[in-house]
C-alpha cells in the first residue's frame, strides 16, 4: 500500500480518503515524513520560511465559550481584558523598535458582546494610516460572521469594507475539525464548518488571500481530520486562495477537555500527511509555539516549509499550557532552519521573499 502511496505522489497523482487514512494508521513515520519533504522541496526547493511579526489579541471577551479554548472568558470574569485602540497601537510600536521593523501583524480578537464592526474597521485603519508597509492578517471566518451578524451586513460588504481599509489577508483559525459531531462537542456555539468554509469563499472570490488550519489532538478520529483536508484540497481547488495550512497540536490545560496532548510522533505524522494530502496548498507551517522550537525544527524535514514569525507575545497557546517561548528572535528562528539543513528565508505576508540567510 505504501509503495503504491509513493508511487501516486511521485505520478503527480492524487491521493485519495483511503490513501490518507491508510496513512494515519500506518507506523511507517520514516518513511512518510521522507516523502512529505520530497513533496516540500519541489514546492519550496529547500527553503524554510519565518516572517517578523507580531500577534495581537485585542480582547478575550468572548460571547462563545469553546470547550477546547483556555483564553477566553466571559465580561467581569477574572482575567478578562480588552485593549484600546491606543494599546493595540502602542504594541506595534514597541515591537517595531524592538525588532527594528515589523513585516506583519497578525490580529486575531474574541466575539466580543459589545464592539462594534465600526471599532474593528477603526482599528485596521488607524494601523495601516500609520504603519502603511505592515501586512496586515486579521479576523478569522469566525470573527467576519459575528461582524455580519452584529451589523446587519452581508459577508461580501464587510469584507469588502475591512479590505478597503486595508485588511491585507485572513488567518485560518476558527476550523478546528469541520464534522458537526466533533464541532458539536468541541465549541457548539461556533459556526459550523460549512459556515467556515463558505466564508472563506467568499473572501477568497474578493482577492482575500487566507490560511487555514485544523486543530487536532482532542476528540476527532482520524476520519475526521482527512474529512478536514479533503474539504480543504477541493475549496483550493475551486478558488486557489490558501497560502498556508496550519496544524494546530491541542493544548488541553486549563480547557475543558482533559486529554493526553498529541504525541511528537502524531505531530510530525499529521505534518507529513497534511503536505500530503494538500497537494494545491503551497505552505505548511510548523506553528513552534504549538509544537515547541525543538519539535517544530523537526517538522522541516517531514514537509513542513514555514516556522510562522517571531510572534512578540503569544496568548491563546500558552492560556492552555503550552511549554514554547512566548516570543522568538530572528537569530533564534534562523539558527533553527539552519540547523534542519534548510535555507532560511525571510517572508512577507503573501511569501514574497525579503531576504535569503
Ligand atoms: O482558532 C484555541 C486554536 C487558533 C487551543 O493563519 C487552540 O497564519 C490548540 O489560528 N490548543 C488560533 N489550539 C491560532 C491560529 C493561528 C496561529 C498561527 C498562525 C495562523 C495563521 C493562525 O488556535 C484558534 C483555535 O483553532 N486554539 N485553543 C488549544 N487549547
Not at 206 to 219: D, Q, S
Not at 340 to 345: C, D, E, H, N, Q
Request: contains cysteine.
Amino acid at each position: 500500500m505504501f509503495a503504491e502511496i509513493k508511487r501516486k505522489i511521485r505520478d503527480g497523482e492524487r491521493i485519495s480518503e483511503q490513501d490518507a487514512l491508510y496513512l494515519f494508521n500506518s507506523d511507517e513515520l520514516h518513511q512518510i515524513g521522507e516523502l512529505a519533504d520530497e513533496v516540500s522541496r519541489k514546492i519550496n526547493l529547500n527553503r524554510a520560511y519565518f516572517i517578523i511579526n507580531r500577534h495581537i489579541n485585542p480582547t478575550n471577551i468572548c460571547v462563545n465559550r469553546c470547550r477546547f479554548c483556555a483564553f477566553s472568558r466571559s465580561k467581569g470574569e477574572e482575567g478578562a481584558y480588552e485593549m484600546t485602540q491606543e494599546e493595540v497601537l502602542a504594541s506595534i510600536r514597541e515591537a517595531w523598535q524592538s525588532m527594528g521593523y515589523l513585516t506583519e501583524v497578525h490580529i486575531v480578537s474574541a466575539l466580543h458582546p459589545e464592539w462594534q464592526f465600526e471599532h474593528y474597521l477603526e482599528m485596521i485603519k488607524a494601523i495601516k494610516e500609520e504603519f502603511p508597509n505592515i501586512g496586515i492578517k486579521a479576523f478569522t471566518a469566525v470573527e467576519i460572521d459575528y461582524f455580519a451578524k452584529k451589523s446587519g451586513m452581508d459577508i461580501d460588504d464587510i469584507l469588502i469594507e475591512l479590505k478597503e481599509a486595508g485588511l491585507d489577508i485572513m488567518p485560518g483559525g476558527g476550523a478546528e475539525i469541520f464534522k458537526p459531531d466533533v464541532r458539536n462537542i468541541i465549541c457548539p456555539e461556533k459556526i459550523s464548518g460549512e459556515r467556515w468554509l463558505e466564508i472563506v469563499k467568499v473572501a477568497h472570490s474578493l482577492g482575500i488571500k487566507t490560511n487555514a488550519t485544523m486543530l487536532y489532538g482532542h476528540v476527532e478520529s482520524y476520519e475526521d481530520r482527512v474529512d478536514h483536508l479533503l474539504r480543504l484540497r477541493k475549496l483550493q481547488d475551486e478558488t486557489g486562495g490558501f497560502l498556508a495550512f496550519i496544524p494546530l497540536s491541542y493544548q488541553s490545560e486549563n480547557t475543558q477537555i482533559k486529554v493526553a496532548y498529541p504525541s511528537g510522533i502524531d505531530d510530525l505524522k499529521t505534518i507529513a500527511i497534511s503536505r500530503l494530502v494538500l497537494d494545491n496548498i503551497p505552505h505548511i507551517k510548523s506553528y513552534w509555539i504549538m509544537l515547541g522550537e525543538k519539535l517544530a525544527q523537526l517538522a522541516l524535514l517531514f514537509g513542513a516549509d514555514c516556522l510562522e514569525g517571531t510572534i512578540i507575545e503569544e496568548k491563546i497557546a500558552h492560556s492552555a499550557g503550552a511549554r514554547s517561548k512566548k516570543g522568538n528572535t530572528v537569530e533564534e528562528l534562523v539558527h533553527l532552519i539552519r540547523e534542519a539543513g534548510k535555507i532560511p528565508v525571510e517572508r512577507d505576508s503573501f511569501y514574497n521573499v525579503l531576504r535569503i540567510f
